[in-house]
C-alpha cells in the first residue's frame, strides 16, 4: 500500500516568507508526528497528532511554526516569517494508535532552505 | 527527560566484518527501542525494534538486545555487506514522553569492498 508522501520534496524560500509543508500520513492510521532533521543530526520531535487534536507541541521552537490536521488524515506544517534558521529536512510519520510500541512509517521529508 | 547516546561514528568497514554499533539511553519508565537506518537518497526505515526487556530484535542479518540493566541496545551484523552502508539511528520511545520518537545523532557506516 502508499506510505507516507510529503509535498513539495523540496522548498527554496526567502528570509520573512511564509510556507507550508504537506502530509499525507497511511491511510488509517490515527497518530501522526513531525520531526525536523538538522544536517548531521538526529530528527528532532516538533509536533504530534492524535486524531484530529494536537496531542503534544511542546517541540515546536516558538510561535511561528504550527500545524493542523483538521479531518485526521492530512497535515499541513506551516512556518511564518521563515529565518535561515528554519533550513532544515522536514519529516512526517505516522502510526496505526499512537502507542509507544508502534512503528513510526516515515515520509521521505521536505527539504527547506531559507535564503 | 529521554535521551539517547550513539558511538561516535562514521565508521569504516571492510565487507564481511563483524559491527557492532553502541546506543545506551536514558528514560523515564518502560521505553521501546528501534534502529531506524537511511540509506543514500532514502527516507528513514525501521530496522528492528524491541518493547521490553531481553527482547531481541533482529532484520536483514542485524540484531540487538534491549539490556536494561545497562540501558543499552547495541546493534551489531556478524558480516556486513557494502549495501549496509548508511546512517543508523537509535531511537527511543515512551508512554511518559507522550510516544514521541528520541533520536541518537546518527552513525554513518561505509562498507568497503
Known amino acids: 500500500g502508499a506510505g507516507v508522501s510529503q509535498t513539495p520534496s523540496n522548498k527554496v524560500t526567502e528570509k520573512g516568507k511564509y510556507v507550508e509543508l504537506r502530509c499525507d500520513p497511511i491511510?488509517?492510521?490515527?497518530?501522526l508526528y513531525w520531526y525536523r532533521q538538522s544536517l548531521g543530526q538526529g530528527p528532532e520531535f516538533l509536533i504530534y497528532?492524535?486524531?484530529?487534536?494536537?496531542?503534544?507541541d511542546s517541540g515546536l521552537p516558538n510561535d511561528r511554526f504550527f500545524a493542523v490536521r483538521p479531518e485526521g488524515s492530512v497535515s499541513t506544517l506551516k512556518i511564518q516569517r521563515t529565518e535561515r534558521g528554519d533550513s532544515a529536512v522536514y519529516l512526517c510519520?505516522?502510526?496505526?494508535?499512537?502507542?509507544?510500541?508502534?512503528?513510526?512509517?516515515f515520509g521521505p521529508g521536505t527539504r527547506l532552505t531559507v535564503l | 527527560g529521554d535521551s539517547v547516546t550513539q558511538m561516535e561514528g562514521p565508521v569504516t568497514l571492510s565487507e564481511e566484518a563483524f559491527l557492532t554499533i553502541n546506543c545506551t539511553y536514558t528514560?523515564?519508565?518502560?521505553?521501546?527501542l528501534f534502529w531506524y537506518v537511511q540509506y543514500p537518497g532514502e527516507g528513514l526505515q525501521l530496522l528492528l525494534k524491541?518493547?521490553?526487556?531481553?527482547d531481541k530484535g533482529s532484520n536483514k542479518g542485524f540484531e540487538a538486545t534491549y539490556r536494561k540493566e545497562t540501558t543499552s541496545f547495541h546493534l551489531e551484523k556478524g558480516s556486513v555487506q557494502v549495501s549496509d552502508s548508511a546512517v543508523y539511528f537509535c531511537?527511543?520511545?515512551?508512554?511518559?514522553?507522550?510516544?514521541?520518537?528520541?533520536f541518537g545523532e546518527g552513525t554513518q557506516l561505509t562498507v568497503n569492498p
Open positions: 524491541a518493547t521490553k526487556a531481553d
Open positions: 528514560a523515564t519508565g518502560y521505553p521501546s
Open positions: 491511510s488509517g492510521h490515527t497518530a
Open positions: 531511537a527511543l520511545s515512551s508512554e511518559a514522553s507522550g510516544s514521541r520518537l528520541t
Open positions: 497528532f492524535q486524531g484530529t487534536g494536537a496531542a503534544d
Open positions: 510519520a505516522s502510526s496505526p494508535l499512537g502507542q509507544s510500541t508502534d512503528t513510526q512509517y
